[in-house]
């Protein structure tokens, strides 16, 4: 009987280490934390320049983040957000979907994920989705985003 509970307790903790996010991340979800990261973003980006808050560094990477401070304060002077890759880019939640694809390991302590950004106006009329393609890398423990990269970059 002890081996037979002995055998469960080992497939049981076998079962939930299998299931677990892959790789490295383990412990910190690149699907939850990209979610966390663009319902934090999109309506702190509609007030203020998230850039020069200090909250983005809970989600960006030091270098990437005064590499975006070194450029001209307002973003539209090529039409997109570094982070959405939107012409209209949305100022609050309202009608705003964030969908996070699959997430794949790319070498060591670092994942690529797609996210979808599917926003929709007051009476439900769908905008064109900003499909961003988002390098994370494990800097100091820690997850963050690296780089940001446009699925549909016009010709």
């Known amino acids: ?19 677990s996010p892959s790789g490295y991340c383990a ?6 934390f990209l979610t966390a990261f663009y319902t934090w973003y999109i309506p702190a980006q509609g ?14 990477a030091r ?13 539209g002077f090529d039409g997109t957000d570094y982070f959405i890759k939107l012409d ?3 100022v609050d939640m309202k009608g705003v ?8 390991d790319v070498g060591p302590d ?4 797609t996210v979808t950004i599917v926003q929709r106006d007051k009476v439900g009329h769908r905008f064109p989705d900003g499909v961003i393609v988002v390098v994370l890398k494990k800097i100091k423990g820690e997850l963050k985003i690296f780089k940001c990269i446009d699925a549909y970059p016009e010709a």
């Open 1 to 19: 009987m002890q081996k037979m509970f002995g055998r469960t307790i080992f497939y049981f903790i076998m079962l939930i280490f299998l299931s």
């Open 110 to 113: 670092t994942v690529v994920a």
């Open 47 to 60: 007030v203020m320049y998230p850039e020069y808050h200090r909250d983005i560094y809970l989600y960006v």
């Open 88 to 90: 209209d880019t949305p």
């Open 63 to 75: 270098d990437t983040v005064e590499e975006l401070k070194k450029k001209p304060v307002n973003p």
């Open 27 to 32: 412990e910190q979800d690149p699907i939850k």
């Open 97 to 104: 979907r964030i969908l996070v694809g699959q997430v794949e």
